[in-house]
């Protein structure tokens, strides 16, 4: 049986979310920090429907009854600038690449595409796969061409219809590799059709009837409303689904309790680091009951010996710490949590509870000894702080008045100078061309709104 996924979707309509295709209600001015939200409460993957093509329509529509559509056209009223239909895909496009930089869960792009580019730029924008609305016949036609130049591990088919799955089996089974099922009354129809894994978009159903839809053998996951109104509830959702014989994504400790050395009160003590740049936010301690909740729950949760009783972090405060690893030591009588935190982690407001300096020995540190990555990221903030204030006589301020052809003409010049030095017997001559040509490209980087982060993400996504 496949594994199950709880897979919360965003409605992305003008720069937000909102509840789904019919109900434009609200449900935040974030999208960002919503996807962060759905993925700190369990989330599987992250499901964004780019409603922009939606939003284009109606938007010069009405901009035609009042005279404000003219030459493809229109204005927002927020802002009464004008934009067009192709200025409210990126602005969606924009936030889809924001929302995978800032989650670490798959993220699954659909929407608005009318051409193979629309399919490059969700991927590249990060998505782990893009969809094709088979409802649309222009969609269908696109499916080969994409297929072949990205893979069909990249790509999936939506559909109301399972009839349109049948009329294009061959198609389907030999260029996409799952399908999203947008009419949740035809799951039979489908697994009749097609062996492909698919997902059913529910917008309400009862919680305890999730179980008969997890039932049909080729359902890999569901989403709608139903899982984002109880986002919440996932964690109780897959210890039912475990308990019927269902396989779900949970965190299976490879250590019990009683593996760990516990100090004489039977408690272990845990060192808490961000996940990402590892700072060192808190130490608290774990009994056996805060053990097994923080694995269940995915929330650091620890035990009191001040007030004797368990506490999960960020009940009261809403800075919660959201599990991303938990490691022993060497002797099995530490823990090392990594984890996202959300706001201080200390009760004094500060981010980390290290903060009274004790004793410094101040010493100049060689370039030998700094860390690698936060060389390139502080020199690229150096870059970008050139480009937002200008400094007389700067040389990256050179670079950004003269303008996108003049870096990328810097940046190719670089590039032969490396291919000659490689030539050269002396290496030396190889790194200076190669730092030469990493600084034009941390300069390229910033005209194009590129981070480091983004990079390393990519790079680390890739076989």
């Known amino acids: 049986m496949l594994t199950k996924k709880f897979v919360p979707c965003i409605y992305l309509y003008r720069g937000k979310a909102v509840r789904n295709f019919k109900d434009l209600s609200v449900m935040d001015t974030d999208p960002v920090r919503l996807a962060q939200y759905y993925c700190d409460n369990n989330a599987d993957e992250l499901l964004i429907f780019d409603m922009s093509a939606r939003a284009a329509g109606e938007l010069a529509h009405a901009a035609s009854v009042d005279g404000g559509f003219s030459g493809g056209e229109f204005l927002y009223e927020e802002t009464s600038e004008p934009v067009t239909a192709d200025s409210l895909h990126e602005e969606a496009l924009g936030i889809i690449k924001e929302i995978c930089a800032a989650v670490d869960v798959d993220v699954i792009g659909i929407g608005n595409i009318r051409r193979m580019e629309d399919a490059k730029k969700l991927l590249y924008a990060g998505c782990r796969k893009a969809v094709l609305n088979y409802?649309?016949?222009?969609?269908?036609?696109?499916?080969?061409?994409?297929?072949?130049?990205?893979?069909?591990?990249?790509?999936?088919?939506a559909y109301n219809d399972p009839a349109v799955l049948e009329m294009h089996k061959d198609l389907v089974e030999t260029?996409?590799?799952?399908?999203?099922?947008?009419?949740?009354?035809?799951?039979?129809?489908?697994?009749?059709?097609?062996?492909?894994?698919?997902?059913?978009?529910?917008?309400?159903?009862?919680?305890?009837?999730?179980?008969?839809?997890?039932?049909?053998?080729?359902v890999c996951g569901i989403t709608g409303n139903t899982i984002n109104d109880n986002v919440k509830e996932i964690p109780s959702l897959k210890q039912l689904c475990q308990e019927n014989g269902i396989p779900v994504i949970t965190m299976e400790a490879a250590y019990r309790w009683e593996d760990f050395k516990k100090d004489r009160n039977g408690l272990v003590?845990?060192?808490?680091?961000?996940?990402?740049?590892?700072?060192?936010?808190?130490?608290?301690?774990?009994?056996?009951?805060?053990?097994?909740?923080?694995?269940?729950?995915?929330?650091?949760?620890?035990?009191?010996?001040?007030?004797?009783?368990?506490?999960?972090?960020?009940?009261?405060?809403?800075?919660?710490?959201?599990?991303?690893?938990?490691?022993?030591?060497?002797?099995?009588?530490?823990?090392?949590?990594?984890?996202?935190?959300?706001?201080?982690?200390?009760?004094?407001?500060?981010?980390?509870?290290?903060?009274?300096?004790?004793?410094e020995k101040?010493?100049?540190?060689?370039?030998?000894?700094?860390?690698?990555?936060k060389v390139f990221q502080d020199v690229?903030?150096?870059?970008?702080?050139?480009?937002?204030?200008?400094?007389?006589?700067?040389?990256?301020?050179?670079?950004?008045?003269?303008?996108?052809?003049?870096?990328?003409k810097k940046l190719g010049e670089e590039a032969t100078e490396i291919v000659i030095a490689a030539k050269n017997p002396n290496a030396n001559e190889v790194k200076y061309e190669i730092s030469d040509f990493l600084y034009h490209m941390m300069v390229l980087m910033a005209e194009k709104g590129v981070t480091w982060e983004e990079i390393t993400a990519e790079l680390a996504a890739r076989e």
């Open 362 to 373: 101040e010493a100049s540190q060689s370039p030998q000894d700094s860390n690698p990555l």
């Open 175 to 218: 260029y996409v590799s799952g399908l999203l099922l947008m009419n949740p009354h035809q799951i039979r129809e489908t697994e009749a059709i097609l062996s492909l894994p698919f997902y059913v978009q529910i917008n309400q159903i009862a919680l305890n009837k999730l179980m008969d839809i997890f039932g049909y053998e080729h």
């Open 380 to 408: 690229y903030n150096v870059i970008q702080d050139r480009r937002i204030h200008p400094k007389e006589g700067s040389y990256t301020n050179y670079l950004f008045e003269k303008g996108l052809d003049k870096i990328l």
């Open 269 to 359: 003590p845990v060192v808490v680091q961000d996940y990402k740049t590892l700072e060192v936010l808190q130490v608290a301690y774990m009994n056996e009951e805060s053990y097994y909740h923080t694995l269940k729950c995915g929330k650091m949760t620890y035990y009191s010996r001040s007030r004797q009783t368990l506490w999960t972090k960020g009940e009261t405060s809403g800075h919660f710490q959201y599990v991303k690893s938990l490691t022993g030591d060497c002797d099995m009588d530490t823990i090392l949590a990594k984890v996202h935190q959300i706001g201080a982690a200390c009760h004094t407001g500060a981010r980390s509870c290290f903060f009274h300096t004790i004793v």
């Open 135 to 157: 409802d649309t016949s222009s969609n269908i036609a696109l499916t080969e061409e994409i297929s072949k130049k990205f893979g069909k591990e990249k790509l999936m088919a």
